[in-house]
């Protein structure tokens, strides 16, 4: 019964939502230019899956992944700016889709916390030290 | 005054890990919406996807009348179940239209012989681009657009019977 059922799990095929269309040409293939290659690297790193919501469009092996970094190389190979880029996504699906949050009024807070919480803990810090010195 | 502030960080240790609890464990936010609403639809021009029916381009988007752009492919489930409510849209006078995603033209005549065809145009979109340029994240999305060629209104996921209405009502308003 039990070797049934893996023969079974063997040949059953799971139901994946992909396309059978292969990987767009850049998808997975570098740049001939390494400074061009590692511009775009950078950029995919820091740009989010809309699958795999937790993964760069570097690390995703999403379908939709492989056609934005084909996107991101064909315009990085034709000479456009990575913020340009990172601004045509962030126009389409919002500040979310970037992982690099800009600084504004509503990320202040975000960038300032490190700071504010170092000074709160050196003012702790030094005052319960002088406490104990006296 | 003193023995109160001694309970401060305690307090604060304690604000700050029930906001990262509830972050962590409120569900997540799975459907991204477009912030293409509102704007013209980008510019494009896809070749045709199925025999016997035209490619789509931006220009065919912005001839007067509104339509329905509708994001599927063949190898999409949730487009099948999605297929019958398309056809009624379009029994009902709604001009729709296609852009399949990574699809092969085989696969895709075959979905359209066997689901219908509510579509007047359908454009290849083979490495996902137009999606991207409507903000699109996934399959099957639907968006109406105005005679002008300005995106209204963005559904995510398969139209489902009861949303067939308002669906004709929105593209039927957008003159």
């Known amino acids: 019964m039990r070797a ?34 590692a511009q775009a690297k950078a950029l995919m790193e820091t740009i989010r899956c809309l699958v795999c919501q937790g993964q760069s469009i570097a690390d995703s092996d999403a379908e939709l992944a492989g056609d934005m ?21 962030v126009q389409r ?42 | 005054m003193k023995d109160r502030v001694k309970w401060l960080p305690l307090v604060l240790f304690i ?12 569900p997540d936010r799975t459907n991204i919406t477009s912030k293409m609403i509102g704007a013209s639809v980008p510019s494009f021009a896809l070749p045709a996807a199925a025999k016997g029916l035209p490619g789509l381009t931006s220009a065919d988007l912005a001839t007067g009348k509104p339509h329905l752009v509708n994001i599927f492919a063949s190898w999409c489930v949730p487009c099948i179940a999605e ?43 083979d490495a996902s681009q137009v999606q991207m340029a409507f903000g699109s994240s996934g399959v099957p999305e639907s968006f109406v657009v105005d005679g002008k060629g300005r995106i209204l209104q963005q559904t995510i996921g398969p139209i489902n019977p009861q949303d067939v209405a308002g669906v004709v009502a929105a593209v039927k308003a957008a003159q």
């Open chain 1, 93 to 134: 699906y919002g500040a979310w889709v970037s992982y690099e949050p800009p600084l504004d009024r509503r990320t202040w807070l975000l960038w300032a916390a490190p700071v504010l919480f170092l000074v709160l803990g050196i003012m702790i810090a030094t005052r319960s030290f002088r406490r104990r010195r006296r």
């Open chain 1, 4 to 37: 049934l059922l893996l023969a079974l799990a063997l040949v059953a095929a799971p139901a994946l939502a992909d396309s059978d269309l292969p990987p767009a040409p850049l998808a997975n293939t570098q740049l001939a230019d390494p400074k061009q290659e």
């Open chain 2, 83 to 125: 297929a019958p409510q398309l056809r009624a849209i379009a029994a009902a006078g709604v001009p729709v239209v296609g852009i399949a995603v990574r699809d092969r033209p085989e696969a895709l005549a075959r979905f359209l012989a066997r689901n219908g065809n509510p579509f007047q145009a359908i454009g290849a979109d």
């Open chain 1, 69 to 89: 970094r084909a996107m991101v190389r064909e315009r990085i190979a034709a000479g456009e700016k990575p913020a340009a880029i990172r601004a045509w996504l």
């Open chain 2, 15 to 26: 604000l700050l890990g029930s906001a990262l609890t509830y972050g962590l464990a409120k």
